[in-house]
């Protein structure tokens, strides 16, 4: 069965430390891994995407890897910011049996960031 | 930069009513999403969109559901008799094309729907 873990269910760190996220899943045929913020009421907005051969996905402070033999994937925040309080949500594609891409949805990971 | 946009932002129904749901996708984008997120749980799937006809659906897509692109700028999801457990946040999403790498998924900021 196609699935998507995430770990912590939620993390709370300071104003200027680094964290990380993890992601496994268990998804095939496996397309690309993405990672999604989710701001609180509203809609998740793309961070990264990795394909099966990216080991290693950088946007500004949010750096995602990705090991394809054991399906595990990360995101690392760098210097978080306030702003950085979000649910983070890993999400993985396959392509389906009727060729269509199929988009399978971790439960999160809610982050909150403390002054 | 271009947005999904979904009306209401907020909807409240009795038990039995029919809802529609709205969405405007991104302009040029050609595959079109509904997703639901019941409050603290993750967002699942209901059904893909794509030349005018449905190409995917989960098994929460019961016949209670139907989809529409009336006019080829909006895209709806009507609920014909909602049930107290179709409360939940409803996201539009749309993307460019199939290749799900080059093509991310552009969400809307989601319809609230409480059904009482």
């Known amino acids: 069965k196609n699935q998507v873990e995430q770990s912590p269910q939620s993390l709370i760190i300071l104003e200027g430390k680094n964290c990380t996220l993890q992601?496994?899943?268990?998804?095939?045929?496996?397309?690309?891994l993405r990672w999604y913020k989710q701001d609180t009421g509203r809609g998740p907005v793309s961070l990264t995407i990795m394909t099966f051969s990216e080991n290693t996905k950088s946007n500004g402070r949010y750096t995602a890897t990705l090991d394809a033999d054991t399906k595990q994937s990360s995101l690392h925040i760098t210097a978080s910011q306030l702003s950085d309080s979000a649910s983070y949500i890993c999400?993985?594609?396959?392509?389906?049996?009727?060729?269509?891409?199929?988009?399978?949805f971790g439960t999160g990971t809610r982050l909150k960031v403390l002054a | 930069e271009p947005e999904v946009t979904q009306t209401p932002s907020h909807q409240v129904t009795q038990m039995g009513q029919e809802v529609i749901l709205r969405c405007v996708p991104i302009s040029n984008h050609l595959y079109f999403y509904w997703y639901r997120q019941i409050l603290g749980q993750k967002v699942e799937f209901l059904v893909s969109f794509y030349n005018n006809e449905i190409s995917e659906k989960s098994e929460i897509f019961d016949d209670q559901f139907s989809v529409e692109r009336p006019d080829g700028s909006n895209f709806t999801l009507k609920i014909r008799s909602t049930k107290l457990e179709d409360s939940a946040m409803y996201f539009c999403a749309s993307s460019a094309g199939q290749s799900s790498y080059n093509s991310p998924l552009h969400f809307g900021n989601g319809t609230r729907l409480t059904v009482t």
């Open positions: 999400v993985v594609s396959a392509v389906s049996t009727s060729g269509t891409y199929k988009y399978i």
């Open positions: 992601c496994n899943y268990t998804v095939s045929p496996f397309s690309n």
